[in-house]
């Protein structure tokens, strides 16, 4: 069973936007910084944004950078992406995962934990 938990995925217009959320079940997420990842078909899963575990730092892809926004209320355990002029090359599966480093961002495979995923689909 996932330990992380992603929502708010769906279909949605090219320009439209979605906002992501990222829960985590069975531990604390406020002492890990998190990653929002993507796959779409046929493609490597690849980083798209991170934030650290007190909120502080972030950091973008180049593809992302300027639409989509990471942000996290530790209170709730919770971690989001807001997703703004959403293009169709933006389809693909989205994952959140937690990492517990001395460096940011961490790494690909620094990454503990990984959710199971929500979709998302940009099409007219």
């Known amino acids: 069973q996932s330990q992380l938990v992603e929502s708010g995925g769906g279909l949605v217009q090219p320009g439209g936007s979605l906002r992501l959320s990222c829960v985590a079940s069975?531990?604390?997420?406020?002492?890990?910084?998190i990653g929002w990842f993507r796959q779409a078909p046929g493609k490597e899963r690849e980083g798209i944004s991170s934030i650290s575990s007190n909120g502080e730092r972030t950091h973008y892809d180049d593809s992302v950078q300027g639409r989509f926004t990471i942000s996290r209320d530790n209170a709730k355990n919770t971690v989001y992406l807001q997703m703004n002029s959403l293009k169709p090359e933006d389809t693909a599966m989205y994952y959140c995962a937690a990492a517990k480093t001395f460096l940011f961002p961490p790494g690909f495979d620094e990454y503990d934990y990984w959710g199971q995923g929500t979709q998302v689909t940009v099409s007219s």
């Open positions: 069975e531990f604390t997420l406020e002492y890990y910084d």
